[in-house]
């Protein structure tokens, strides 16, 4: 066949098979059936990561929610923050701190147990607010989400901010109340009880004598959460959880590909349809047909997804063949990954995993000398960095020099009473093997000790 007949056939086939082509664009072809699958597929299936956050509060609430660990090792970590009680110097002093501390506030929380709290929201939320009342109402915690810091250039030396006030919600059940928008004040509100209201009483300006805003990196007004700065290993291990309920939830199949019969894509009208409508060869009976797949296999797919291994699931006759992908990546896999969450936690948060149980301790290093080493190297730093934060604010209404926390003894100091008793078992034994003179000598050691 010549080059120029074969072209004048392939023309010819071409235009039978347009005149074929129903015009209607709502028929049921290949691209547009697939199409409908695919959006099938996404109703019922999801993949292994699919949360996304909004900002870093979204995601510190995805981390409290799907970290089982959190809870343990921040409690651990204030323990160890405060294994130490709090003084303030002199034993008068001491007296006046203490009445404060472990009396209870207005809403019946003791004092003590705020500022507990308060370095709580700093570790975890980067940062949160003590507020003043009174002597006998006591302090209260401020969300991190309840005020904003009011900053003001510096007019004596310039090129800084300085905090001049802070902007507290007066509604507890009101997030973020202040936003961007202007405030404006109630004059009137002021002359007669000294407050600073805003017209509508929803914001409170607090001066800096009566509020004092706890962090965690004091370099930046708003705090940083330490969870935010380890997001890369956080993010899997909530995945991985939450992967793990769904897949016993749902058995975890792994993905399903069903097949259609043939004659669901070439239009062949041999499917459970009335009389009138195998007739009809239009474009609605085609329509009929993709709209009854689509159907099937949104069916099935829930039947499958809400499945129990024990159920039987009955499939139409218009699918041909069912194949199976397993995941490439299953959350199996993770196990050992889950099992070093407490140690990424303690890392996270700064705390040495081995202080609250996490992690690998060697054979000849001793449980005394692990917790001297992280309190002197790691949470003494880190306590004396809150207390010189909420310090001038306690001494300013209690009267008093400073707070801080009291001086901690090493758990590993030479016990001279253990070792006096373990000679004492010594010269006992040489005595009663016959070796006097050794005994003697230890004995006139152990009064010069003394």
Not at 391 to 413: A, C, M, T
Not at 414 to 428: E, H, N, T
């Amino acid at each position: 066949m010549s080059k120029k007949n074969r072209k004048k056939k392939l023309q010819k086939n071409s235009s039978r098979l347009n005149q074929n082509r129903p015009a209607d664009s709502r028929n049921m072809t290949v691209g547009k059936l697939l199409d409908d699958l695919l959006a099938c597929n996404t109703d019922c299936y999801r993949g292994f990561c699919t949360t996304t956050f909004e900002d870093d509060a979204d995601r510190i609430d995805y981390y409290i929610k799907n970290l089982p660990t959190l809870p343990y090792v921040t409690d651990q970590f204030i323990n160890y923050m405060f294994s130490n009680g709090l003084k303030a110097g002199s034993e008068e002093d001491n007296a006046k701190l203490n009445n404060f501390l472990y009396k209870n506030n207005i809403q019946g929380i003791p004092n003590y147990i705020v500022i507990q709290e308060a370095m709580r929201g700093a570790l975890i939320r980067g940062k949160c607010g003590i507020r003043w009342l009174s002597d006998e109402d006591g302090i209260i915690n401020v969300p991190w989400n309840q005020y904003i810091t009011i900053t003001d250039v510096d007019k004596e030396y310039y090129g800084f901010r300085k905090p001049i006030a802070y902007a507290l919600g007066t509604d507890p059940d009101v997030k973020n109340p202040l936003g961007l928008k202007e405030i404006k004040l109630d004059e009137s509100e002021f002359k007669s009880t000294g407050q600073l209201l805003s017209l509508n009483k929803d914001i409170l300006i607090c001066p800096p004598e009566d509020f004092v805003n706890v962090r965690g990196d004091v370099t930046t007004e708003n705090g940083v959460s330490r969870l935010c700065r380890d997001k890369q290993r956080l993010d899997v291990l909530a995945s991985v959880y939450e992967r793990l309920n769904y897949d016993i939830e749902y058995d975890g199949p792994g993905r399903l590909i069903f097949w259609l019969k043939d004659s669901i894509l070439t239009g062949n009208p041999s499917m459970d349809l009335s009389t009138g409508e195998i007739l009809d060869s239009s474009v609605t009976s085609r329509e009929a047909q993709a709209e009854r797949a689509r159907a099937e296999v949104r069916k099935l797919g829930e039947e499958i997804k809400n499945s129990r291994s024990d159920n039987v699931i009955l499939a139409s006759s218009i699918f041909n063949k069912m194949d199976h992908l397993p995941r490439v990546t299953k959350a199996t896999e993770f196990f050992g990954y889950l099992e070093s969450e407490g140690a990424i936690l303690c890392q996270t948060l700064g705390i040495v995993p081995e202080l609250i149980g996490f992690g690998k301790v060697s054979g000849n290093v001793s449980m005394d000398k692990i917790i001297d080493n992280a309190m002197v190297n790691t949470i003494i730093p880190l306590r004396e960095a809150y207390a010189s934060q909420f310090s001038p604010f306690l001494s300013h209404h209690l009267g008093i020099e400073k707070v801080y926390f009291d001086k901690y003894e090493l758990q590993s100091r030479i016990d001279r009473s253990d070792k006096i008793y373990k000679l004492a078992l010594s010269i006992s034994q040489l005595d009663s093997q016959g070796r006097r003179e050794v005994a003697d000598y230890l004995e006139e050691r152990i009064y010069e000790s003394i």
